[in-house]
């Protein structure tokens, strides 16, 4: 959760007896936190997020519920989205949120051209994280065409951070997955990576870079289309290069 990721940090305050104060507070947020049944903190994650609709400010009034609910709700988006990517890790919860509906708020905030970068960036990255070798989340993205989604947002993302992180997602779907690798090839991801492979900003290459070798080693034809694409360019610039 996005409470405990606050209180690591805040340890390294420690002796000040501030930092201490700070960090205990954090402590007990997140506890308080992980009181809430797991299903229902990921509908009421859901709900915030849908509220906010994917702007960068604090989500939504809180619910008459618990403390824990009231300050969960004073998250800003990319909190919760923390918070999330922390949960789908778990190969459960990422199946519990696709259940709940969570699915498609990620790939709202993805496609949504007003969404905060990152907002855009918190939501590729969770959906990365819970359809990594997750057989039905792999389905269900895919199903719902979230590789052209990505490809879009790759093109789109105003930031590298928001491109790198639609790529990681990317690679969570095309790879260990026949229908999402044919999605990929054929709704131009050959294309798009090679032009992210030639970017000047290196997190976006590099994740571009990481899935053409993974398809590559998967899928001796999917790596002779990257090469056919124009592949060869971009890496051997990236290798001259040091990048």
Same mark, same amino acid.
């Given at each position: 959760?996005? &409470?405990?990721?606050?209180?690591?940090?805040?340890?390294?305050?420690?002796?000040?007896? !501030? @930092?201490?104060?700070?960090?205990?507070?954090?402590?007990?947020?997140?506890? =308080?936190?992980?009181? $809430?049944?797991?299903?229902?903190?990921?509908?009421?994650?859901?709900?915030?997020?849908?509220?906010?609709?994917?702007?960068? @400010?604090?989500?939504?009034?809180?619910?008459?519920?618990?403390?824990?609910?009231? !300050?969960?709700? !004073?998250?800003?988006? &990319? *909190?919760?989205?923390?918070? %999330?990517? *922390?949960?789908?890790?778990? /190969?459960?919860?990422?199946?519990?949120?696709?259940?709940?509906?969570?699915? @498609?708020?990620?790939?709202?905030?993805?496609?949504?051209?007003? !969404?905060?970068?990152?907002? &855009?960036?918190?939501?590729?990255?969770? /959906?990365?994280?819970?359809?990594?070798?997750? =057989?039905?989340?792999? *389905?269900?993205?895919?199903?719902?065409?979230?590789?052209?989604?990505?490809?879009?947002?790759?093109?789109?993302?105003?930031?590298?951070?928001?491109?790198?992180?639609?790529?990681?997602?990317? +690679?969570?779907?095309?790879?260990?997955?026949?229908? +999402?690798?044919?999605?990929?090839?054929?709704?131009?991801?050959?294309?798009?990576?090679?032009?992210?492979? @030639?970017?000047?900003?290196?997190?976006?290459?590099?994740?571009? $870079?990481?899935?053409?070798?993974?398809?590559?080693?998967?899928?001796?034809?999917?790596?002779?289309?990257?090469?056919?694409?124009?592949?060869?360019?971009?890496?051997?610039?990236? %290798?001259?290069?040091?990048?």
């Amino acid at each position: 959760a996005a &409470a405990p990721r606050r209180a690591r940090r805040e340890c390294a305050t420690f002796p000040n007896p !501030s @930092g201490a104060s700070l960090f205990f507070a954090r402590l007990t947020e997140a506890l =308080e936190h992980f009181s $809430l049944d797991g299903v229902k903190r990921m509908q009421e994650v859901k709900r915030l997020l849908d509220d906010q609709g994917g702007k960068g @400010g604090a989500a939504g009034p809180p619910p008459p519920s618990t403390a824990a609910a009231a !300050s969960a709700s !004073s998250s800003s988006p &990319a *909190d919760l989205l923390d918070e %999330l990517v *922390d949960a789908v890790a778990s /190969i459960d919860a990422a199946r519990d949120w696709v259940l709940v509906g969570g699915g @498609g708020t990620l790939l709202r905030l993805v496609s949504n051209p007003e !969404s905060d970068p990152a907002v &855009a960036a918190g939501a590729a990255h969770a /959906i990365g994280v819970a359809a990594a070798c997750n =057989e039905p989340v792999q *389905d269900w993205f895919v199903g719902e065409g979230a590789v052209g989604t990505l490809l879009a947002a790759v093109d789109r993302g105003a930031t590298a951070d928001a491109r790198a992180k639609a790529w990681l997602a990317l +690679g969570a779907l095309a790879r260990h997955c026949d229908r +999402g690798a044919a999605a990929f090839m054929s709704d131009g991801g050959p294309a798009a990576l090679v032009a992210a492979a @030639g970017e000047d900003a290196a997190a976006p290459a590099r994740k571009a $870079l990481h899935l053409a070798a993974a398809m590559a080693r998967e899928r001796p034809a999917a790596g002779v289309a990257l090469v056919d694409a124009g592949l060869l360019a971009p890496l051997c610039a990236a %290798l001259q290069g040091g990048g």
